[in-house]
């Protein structure tokens, strides 16, 4: 809903757009679709009025130097960049827009007046509190950043009742859940998330051992950021997902499976009360999710390609195996616990993840270590904000710890 109550998707021609996270993967693909859904339309305008970056500045100022129209504001997140900018200065000034710096320009942005829509891409943790703030400001978010939800689920459920605001999912799972339940019109009995398996799904848990960084990030089926990548290698991705589907849809961590399909074309189920089971199937494109929520209820053509049904489609579903994947066990006793254990696991599998992409720790030790801190913090049901961003910052110094890197 926009400020005043009305419809998001009637109510004037132009939408203004914060990508928050620009220059990563899904803030350069939101960047494209909204440059495609101009072209459809030249009578319905979707204006990117705020663009952020962390300190690829460079791509920044090329992303916002090919808008049609350059963002009213600029964001860095890195209070460095100010005093660093160097050859990308002049590029940025250039384009005429407001340039700020550091976190609370980030909030800023994502609760200004005139912002309809906040694309949420921000990775990992630190896009929770430029997510709440457009959360607490009644704003469609279009959210992408998983984090916000495992670390403080409860809480940004009820700012969302409090402001009014649309959480609308950009991963490809709950997008895809959140298409099914839309088609179907009934409340859903389970949801069925699929996982591509990622690049080590037929490796041994003695294989998986020696996974260097190069092998973990060769993910046969996404083009995805670092980060994302090894989650999706661990199947940590998958945990945190499971965690996101209990908060976003309301239903309990018993009520949600997880199916392996390495193809990526069926992106999740939904099995009703009838046990009817509806799928979603698209190639496995992100252009497809972020269009859907920012122009949802309507769809609109989309970059992302179309099948090629002239050729025959293997789709296999496959049990997954939490033996080889512990991190999915992990996911369904955070979703099932709630509290703070959410702000932990993600606090400890970012921190491992930065620890095996430097070469500190092994591939099979990301989850291992994650386990380790959480079975050493001592929950709490119902905590605050302040309190999980707390446990945030002892988790990462935890997590280093247990491997003698404090």
Same mark, same amino acid.
């Given at each position: ?42 009578? $319905?305008?979707?204006?990117?009025? *705020? +663009? #952020?970056?962390? %300190?690829?500045?460079? !791509?920044? @100022? ?115 859940? $959140?298409?099914?339940?839309?088609? *179907? +019109? #009934?409340?859903? %009995?389970?949801?069925? !998330?699929? @996982? ?211």
């Amino acid at each position: 809903m926009n400020q005043d109550g009305t419809p998001l998707e009637d109510n004037r021609a132009c939408q203004n757009v914060a990508v928050l996270g620009a220059t990563g993967s899904i803030g350069t693909a939101t960047i494209d679709v909204l440059t495609q859904l101009n072209r459809i339309d030249p009578d $319905f305008r979707w204006h990117v009025s *705020a +663009a #952020s970056g962390h %300190k690829n500045t460079r !791509l920044l @100022a090329e992303l916002a130097s090919g808008l049609a129209e350059a963002p009213d504001r600029i964001v860095l997140s890195d209070n460095e960049n100010a005093e660093s900018l160097g050859a990308d200065e002049n590029q940025l000034r250039a384009l005429g827009s407001q340039l700020e710096f550091g976190p609370e320009a980030l909030i800023s942005a994502a609760s200004d007046k005139s912002v309809d829509v906040v694309v949420a891409a921000i990775v990992g943790r630190a896009g929770l509190e430029s997510t709440m703030a457009a959360v607490e400001a009644g704003k469609r978010v279009a959210l992408a950043n998983k984090e916000t939800l495992v670390v403080a689920g409860p809480v940004v459920s009820q700012a969302c009742e409090k402001s009014g605001a649309e959480l609308l999912p950009v991963d490809s799972e709950h997008s895809a859940i $959140f298409q099914c339940i839309q088609a *179907a +019109a #009934s409340k859903p %009995k389970k949801l069925i !998330l699929t @996982a591509s398996g990622g690049p080590f799904r037929n490796w041994t848990r003695e294989q998986m051992v020696t996974a260097t960084p190069e092998s973990a990030l060769a993910h046969p089926t996404w083009q995805m950021g670092p980060k994302i990548t090894i989650d999706s290698a661990t199947m940590i991705n998958k945990a945190l997902e499971v965690i996101e589907a209990r908060w976003l849809f309301g239903l309990p961590a018993d009520a949600i499976e997880v199916v392996v399909h390495p193809q990526s074309i069926i992106h999740s189920m939904v099995e009703f009360e009838d046990s009817s089971v509806i799928a979603q199937l698209s190639p496995p494109d992100m252009r497809l999710p972020i269009q859907y929520a920012l122009t949802y209820p309507r769809r609109l053509p989309c970059p992302c390609p179309d099948f090629d049904r002239t050729k025959p489609w293997d789709l296999t579903l496959e049990p997954a195996d939490p033996e080889r994947f512990p991190a999915l066990r992990l996911g369904f006793e955070v979703a099932e616990a709630g509290g703070t254990a959410g702000a932990v696991l993600n606090a400890a599998n970012e921190a491992a993840v930065g620890l095996f992409l430097a070469g500190k720790i092994r591939f099979t030790d990301i989850v291992l270590g994650c386990h380790d801190v959480l079975k050493n913090h001592a929950h709490e049901a119902d905590p605050p904000l302040d309190r999980l961003l707390e446990l945030d910052r002892w988790a990462r110094r935890e997590l280093k710890k247990r491997f003698g890197l404090s």
